[in-house]
Structure formats: structure tokens, C-alpha cells
């Protein structure tokens, strides 16, 4: 079994010397169990993306190697599916009965996450007198040559009549969607170190791609990002999916009639995160236009915060914290002394910069609803904002927690940082016409299921120090 694998994983043996590499995944900042301690990241090595790759005579028969589970059950691959975003949106698959294989190297997130998932779910269907879905984990980098093979071991060759009436041998897998969300992201990290970000997450994307092509697997749902709108943030105006195209569009003015046709454009991408994740988006938006079989959403969202009700998995970084709400959690716990508010100068209602924060499980939802739409229509590329539609300042957000935890947040307010746009606010109403998908919950139960994740943490934390001490005591006397 390759290390890291849970006990529900397919009997695979993967290649000796192909480990996964010390990345830190889309979602910034891991989701963990309070129970969670960091274990130690895997060397960062480059990654092998050469077109020496896994040849279909040397696999076992059936060519994955698997057994076969009845009924040959389908698949959602989700990318990067232990950390913050990933695994929200792994426990809503799970819980709408989706089968799920979860990839991820474990360089910013915890294993001990999939036993909460596991444990959610499993209550969940028990509740619901459903069966518990399939959950497969392989601890892997998406870039490595491991991940071919890992595709390969869900995909069987099939017979099927071309249109001349000859049979031919074709690949049929078993992963019937992917969501992507291995990639770097820190703004400020990104300025500092962009080489490593433009081959993380454009350079790997495109490997992914051309395995998941080879395979037939092309129904493809990104993690993308607000900052793909640059300086068109500063308009004050909620951002529109049109204000980002890829490809010349054609409108009708509704008042008018007039046949307006917008070209693609890129305005004020402020820093090396952003542009890879313009590049990345242009890409698949070149890939669905050349070749009909792909159907591919991006999802552009803004700030997801909050977690799950349960308190058994929330953000939690393995490195340093660098969003709003851990931050302020960390000043809340005594591990900061105060939260740094860069920007008081901005045009907005308190002069802090204003932000579309949206709890994480109402973006996990909207990638249930892409993945389903998606399925559904036909091919193409189609973009769609996760937000929430109104905009938070900083300073409300501190206070939304602060009423949450009743305890007072210091302040020390700072200049701008390079990069930080004023106002980014989503406009939902495309998301909401084609994919039917609202958010639900509001900045308040955000900061309020924050708050009891960070209470069951602290208090975990507390019972093992008391342990401790107890052992410590025990083997004094």
C-alpha cells in the first residue's frame, strides 16, 4: 500500500522512489481536526512530467488492478481534497453519495482529517438510512508520475464500433468528474517566488490535463479566483463573469437590440498568483474550444470562510496564517497580540477593504452544482462567481467574530500591501440562473461555526496537556 493510503483504498501498488512533493495546496490553509499535529512534509523535489509514462502492458488485468466493487462504481477525483476548501467539499460529495477518490501530498493538510470525514459521513448516512459512499485517499502530488498511473488504475479498456463499423479498443474510466484544486496560493508569496507558482499551477495543470484527456475524462470543474478580475475590482461595481472573457463573446443590448461583441482582456493582474490563475483559465478555455469533448467550469470565488457545524474540521494552516479569519482567531487564542488591517484609506464605508466572504460549505455546494450542470449540458468552458453578492469590510468582519467569541480583537493598522485591490464584491446572478445554485448561510454563522471549531480545538488542546502533566506526575512518583 503506498504510504499514507487509508484502509478503504484500493489494493494499487505504486512505483518505489515517486513520492509526493512539498506543496502547498489551493486551499491555503488546511483543514484539520483539532485532534491534528503537523507531521513532517516530503522533500521538494521537481517533478517528473516527461512522456515516459505507465504503458497499458505493464498494468495487472483488468487494467487498473482494482477489485472490482459491484456494479463498477463511478467516481468524483477530487485534487487537493484534504485541505480547507478541498475537504468541505469532499464531506458534501460524500453526504449527496458521490463516490470519492482524494488525492493530496498532505504538505499543507493533516491524514487524521479523513477520519472526521469518514465520521461525518458515516453519521450522516446513518441518520439518513443511506449506505456509506466509497472514499479512496492517495497521498501523492498531482504533478508526479504516480498520478498517470493512479488515473490509469481507475480506467478499463473497452470494445466499441467506430463509425466505419470496425471495433476498436478504447479507455472507459471509472472517474466520471475532477475538481481541481492543487495549486499555490498566497498573494505576497507568489510576488516573492513566482517561478514556483507558474509551475505548480500552470505548468501542472497542463499535465493534468493532457493525462486526463488520454484517458476520456473530461468533465473538469477549477478552483479559480477573484483575482482573475485585477483592477476591475476598484469599479466599486459587483464583478460579472463578463468582465473576464477568454474569447471574443457576442451580446444583445436588451434596451437597445444593438449586437455588441466584447473581446477578451486582462486589467491590473496585481501579482504572479493572479495571472496564473488568468493563464490557467485562458488554458482550459483553449482546450474546451478545440476539442468538444471537454466540459469545463471555473469556479471563481472570493473569500470562503467558516466550516462546518461539527467542529471537526475548520482552517487550520500548517504554515504561517495568512487569511482574515485564522488570523483573527489567532489574535482571539493569545497566539498573536494583535491583527494587522493594511489599508484604512480606502473608498469604502470605514476605509478598510471590502470583501465577498462566503462560508465554505455554500462553495463546496456550488462545486456539487458545476459538477452536476456540468455533466448534464454540453461542451464547452463557462465560467461562474461563488460569492456571497454583498461586500464585508475588514472592520466588520473582526467585529462578526468578535460577537461570536465575546472577547475583543487589538488592531494595528497598516499601510497597504503590494497587490491588495480595495473593494471584491461577486455578483451571483449567472450562478444562480444556470447552475441554481444561492448561498445560504451569512457572515454571522460564519464567524459563529469558526468560533466552535476554534472552542473544540482549544479544548482538545487542553485535555491532552492535562494528560500529559498527569503522565508527567505519574512517572515523578
Known sequence: MWPGDSTDNLPVQLPSGLDAMDNHYEDSVSSSSPSDSPAASSPLTSPDLSEDGFDIDRLPSPLGGHEQEAGTPKFTLVI???????SHTVLELLREGHNVIIVDNLSNSFQTILDSIKTLTAKHCKANGRKMPLIHFHRLDYRSRSMRFLIESYTDLVMTIDASGRQRMTYQSRIEGVIHFAAYKSVEESIRRPLQYYQNNVCGLVSLLQQLDKYNIHNFIFSSSATVYGSKAN?????????????????????????????????????????????????????????????????????????????????????EATNLYPVLTQVLTGQRERLNVFGTDWATRDG??????????????????????????????????????????????????????????????????????????????????????????????????????????????????????????????
Open 80 to 86: 487537493g481534497g484534504l485541505g480547507y476548501i478541498g
Open 235 to 319: 469599479t466599486g461595481e459587483p464583478l460579472r463573469e463578463e468582465d473576464l472573457i477568454h474569447h471574443a463573446e457576442e451580446r444583445v443590448n436588451s434596451e437597445t437590440g444593438e449586437r455588441i461583441v466584447t473581446q477578451p482582456s486582462a486589467v491590473g493582474l496585481s501579482c504572479p498568483y493572479a495571472r496564473t490563475k488568468y493563464f490557467s483559465e485562458a488554458i482550459l478555455a483553449d482546450v474546451a474550444a478545440a476539442n468538444p469533448a471537454w466540459r469545463i467550469v471555473a469556479l471563481r470565488y472570493f473569500n470562503p470562510v467558516g466550516c462546518d457545524p461539527s467542529g471537526l474540521l475548520g482552517e487550520n494552516p500548517r504554515g
Open 352 to 477: 478598510t477593504a471590502v470583501r465577498d466572504y462566503i462560508h465554505v460549505l455554500d462553495v463546496a455546494r456550488g462545486h456539487i452544482s458545476a459538477l452536476g450542470w456540468n455533466g448534464d449540458r454540453g461542451a464547452g468552458f463557462r465560467a461562474f462567481n461563488l460569492g456571497s453578492g454583498t461586500g464585508t469590510t475588514v472592520l466588520e468582519a473582526v467585529r462578526s467574530l468578535e460577537a461570536a467569541s465575546k472577547r475583543t480583537v487589538s488592531l494595528d493598522w497598516a499601510g497597504r500591501r503590494p497587490g491588495d485591490v480595495g473593494v471584491c464584491v461577486a455578483s451571483t446572478e449567472r450562478a444562480n440562473k444556470e447552475l441554481g445554485w444561492s448561498p445560504r448561510e451569512s457572515v454571522a454563522q460564519c464567524a459563529s461555526d469558526l468560533w466552535n471549531f476554534v472552542e473544540r480545538t482549544l479544548g482538545l488542546q487542553q485535555q491532552q496537556q492535562q494528560q500529559q502533566r498527569q503522565t508527567t506526575t505519574s512517572v515523578k512518583a
